[in-house]
C-alpha cells in the first residue's frame, strides 16, 4: 500500500531488538525540514531482571518475554489512547469493551513501525510478527526500520535539543558529526543533514557497551555493567591505573575496545596471583576514562576534520553522565573560542526505547526507504 503524504501522521512504533520491549504511539509533523514530534504515549517493558542471573541477554529468553509483554504495553497504549480521549470529550462511543476501544486506537493511527535490524533476529521477530498482524487486520502500512537510525535520530525528540532547533531550520546543527555508542555498536559517521551521512568509522572488535559490560562482570557486577561501572567509577580514581586506549593515535576513525577489556582481565589476573586485593573503583573508574578518552579524541578529530557545527551522541552509553561531562570539558579545550564550539547534543533517549523508532520510522515513510519486512540481526546504516 503506497502511503499518502500527510501533513501530519500518527505512528504506533513498536522495538523488540534486544532486551527492552517498547511500543511508542506519536504524531508526527514538520517532514524533513522540520520534523517534529508529539508523544501520546510511550512504554518499555525492561528484561534487565530476567537477564540477570546470566550476566547477558538469553535470545530464547527475550523473545519468550517479548512474546508476553507485547500484547499488554499495547493495551496499556489502548488504554491511555482512548481514556485521554474520553476525558477530552472526544469519543463518540462511551464506555465500549476491549475490542471496540481497540479498533477506535487504530482507527487514528496511521502507519505502524517496527525495528527489522540489527538485533537479536528471535527477538526481532516477535515485533514484526506483532506489527504484521496488527496490520492485517486494521489495514494499515507497514514501516520497517532500522534500529540504528532510531539512535542516530534519536536526538529530534529530546526536548532540550527541540527547543534550541526550532528557531533555526536545524541548519545550525550540520554538518554534525554523530557517534552511535551501545551494546552492539560503535560507529562515528559525518551527517550532511538528516538523511544524508556517511560512516567515518566503527569498532573492529567488541563494542563500547560490551566493553563495559564485560568489565563490570569482570569486577563482580550485575547486568547491564555500563550503569553499574559508573556507579562505582564515582568512587575511584581515574589516574589510577593506565590503561591501554587501542587507537587512539591511528588516522583512522575505528577503534577497538577488546585489548582494553583484556587488559582489565591481566590486571585483575596479576593482582590475585599476587594475593593483592582488587581496587574495583579504581578499575572501574580507569576503565572508564581509557574508553571516553578514545571516544572523544577520534570525534573530535573528526569535528575538526569536518568543520562540524554539532556533535551527536546516542546509544546506551551515551547515559553516561561522566562521558558527557568528560566530552563537554574537551570540546571547551580544544575550542578555546566559543564561536568555533560545536553544539553537543545528547537525547534523553538513550537506551533502548521505542520513540526513536517512531522518529526513524517517520523519515524512512517521507523517504520512501523500504527495509524488507524481516529479521535482519546485521542490518547496516
Ligand atoms: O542502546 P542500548 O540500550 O542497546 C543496544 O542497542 O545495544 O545500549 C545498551 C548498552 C549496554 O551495554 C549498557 O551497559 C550500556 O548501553 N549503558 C551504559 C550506561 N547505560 C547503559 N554504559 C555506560 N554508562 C551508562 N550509564
Ligand atoms: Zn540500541
Not at 462511551?94 to 496511521?110: H, I, L, S, Y
Request: proline letters at 4%; aromatic letters at 8%.
Amino acid at each position: 500500500m503506497s502511503l499518502e503524504k500527510k501533513q501530519k501522521v500518527y505512528i504506533l512504533s513498536i522495538e523488540t531488538s534486544c532486551d527492552e520491549t517498547a511500543l511508542s504511539f506519536v504524531t508526527a509533523s514538520g517532514g524533513l525540514e522540520k520534523p517534529k514530534f508529539e508523544v501520546h504515549g510511550d512504554v518499555v517493558a525492561s528484561q534487565i531482571k530476567l537477564h540477570q542471573p546470566y550476566g547477558g541477554v538469553v535470545p530464547g529468553l527475550a523473545k519468550r518475554a517479548h512474546l508476553e509483554n507485547l500484547p499488554l504495553l499495547f493495551k496499556e497504549i489502548v488504554d491511555k489512547i482512548v481514556v485521554d480521549s474520553r476525558l477530552r470529550g472526544n469519543d463518540k462511543e462511551k464506555g465500549g469493551n476491549d475490542n471496540a476501544g481497540e479498533a477506535d486506537f487504530m482507527n487514528r493511527v496511521d502507519f505502524i513501525t517496527v525495528t527489522v535490524g540489527p538485533g537479536l533476529e528471535p527477538a526481532l521477530w516477535t515485533g514484526i510478527e506483532f506489527a504484521k498482524e496488527l496490520a492485517a487486520k486494521y489495514g494499515k502500512p507497514l514501516v520497517p526500520t532500522n534500529h540504528l537510525e532510531g539512535h542516530l535520530y534519536s536526538f529530534l525528540v529530546s526536548k532540550d535539543v527541540d527547543s534550541r532547533l526550532r528557531g533555526n531550520d536545524n541548519a545550525g546543527i550540520f554538518p554534525a558529526i554523530a557517534l552511535i555508542i551501545s551494546g552492539g555498536h560503535t560507529i562515528l559517521l559525518r551527517m550532511d543533514d538528516l538523511t544524508h551521512f556517511k560512516k567515518l568509522g566503527e569498532t573492529v572488535d567488541d563494542a563500547v557497551g560490551e566493553a563495559f559490560d564485560k568489565v563490570a562482570r569482570l569486577i563482580g557486577l550485575p547486568y547491564p555493567g555500563g550503569p553499574e561501572i559508573e556507579r562505582l567509577a564515582k568512587d575511584g580514581n581515574p589516574m589510577a591505573i593506565d590503561f591501554p586506549r587501542p587507537m587512539i593515535g591511528h588516522k583512522n576513525y575505528n577503534f577497538s575496545f577488546s585489548g582494553l577489556k583484556t587488559s582489565v582481565l591481566y590486571y585483575i589476573r596479576d593482582l590475585t596471583k599476587a594475593g593483592k586485593s582488587i581496587p574495583k573503583a579504581d578499575i572501574a573508574a580507569s576503565f572508564q576514562k581509557a574508553a571516553a578518552d578514545v571516544l572523544i579524541k577520534k570525534t573530535l578529530r573528526a569535528v575538526e576534520e569536518f568543520g562540524a557545527k554539532s556533535i551527536m551522541i546516542s546509544g546506551g552509553v551515551s547515559a553516561n553522565r561522566t562521558l558527557r561531562a568528560l566530552f563537554t570539558e574537551a570540546i571547551e579545550k580544544k575550542f578555546t573560542l566559543k564561536k568555533d564550539r560545536p553544539l553537543l547534543i545528547v537525547s534523553e533517549f538513550s537506551t533502548d526505547n521505542a520513540l526513536m523508532i517512531a522518529v526513524s520510522g517517520y523519515i524512512d515513510y517521507l523517504r520512501g526507504k523500504k527495509y524488507k519486512i524481516e529479521a535482519n540481526g546485521d542490518l547496516n546504516l
